[in-house]
């Protein structure tokens, strides 16, 4: 099962009896990538869920609309059987049903998912294949230690900055995704008849 919301750790302590430098940052590396994982894991399952509430919504909707637009036909067919008023009311429910999607974000946070999961695999894959060419080099002592030291601080950020600039853009867009929509909300409520919003 996944997690409820992506979690913090507290970082890695060198254990007793492995005071090398590379075994430090490989420790550092591997509990970056262990949070990359974990991030994207987390949106890709969330991305499943939004996504198959986000299908059956529209499915609810083009199937209302279709019903809608044909219940005048249906009602003549029937001899008035089914009254063409009713024709309204489905389409009220279709517009309802894409209004319930709109309203809570459910197509357009599968699409932020996708795309925030897609930029963490990505960033983490160019870090592991980095990170293993960096291991080869100094354990075949082919490289300064200087050298590969710097570089290896430098995956390690670049897979930190990288993160977390995924972490806080997906969550700036929701945030102002989210204004919009109760700007959306309110405009419309305050639209209707006798009704009005405080500004």
């Known amino acids: 099962m996944a997690q409820i919301n992506i979690t ?28 990359s994982l974990k991030a994207y ?37 029937t001899g008035g059987a089914i009254p063409t008023e009713s024709g309204y009311v489905v389409l009220g429910l279709a517009g309802g049903f894409l209004l319930l999607d709109k309203g809570f974000g459910f ?19 160019g870090c592991q294949i980095r990170w293993s060419m960096l291991l080869a080099d100094w354990k075949g002592g082919q490289r300064d230690e200087s050298i590969l030291i710097e570089e290896a601080r430098e995956i390690i950020t ?27 909300v309110r405009a419309m409520v305050g639209e209707l008849p006798g009704r009005s919003i405080a500004g």
């Open 8 to 35: 913090a750790t507290k970082a890695p302590v060198m254990p007793e009896g492995r005071d090398s430098v590379l075994d430090a940052y490989d420790l550092l590396f591997r509990w970056m990538e262990e949070e």
């Open 107 to 125: 197509s357009s946070a599968w699409g932020r998912y996708m795309v925030s999961a897609t930029k963490i695999l990505s960033s983490l894959k």
């Open 158 to 184: 670049g897979l930190v900055v990288a993160l977390h600039e995924t972490l806080e853009g997906e969550t700036a867009e929701w945030l102002s995704e989210f204004h919009q929509n109760l700007e959306g």
């Open 41 to 77: 894991e987390w949106y890709m399952e969330e991305k499943r869920s939004k996504a198959a509430a986000s299908k059956v919504l529209r499915a609810l909707s083009i199937a209302g609309l279709t019903l809608g637009t044909v219940t005048p036909a249906v009602s003549i067919l």
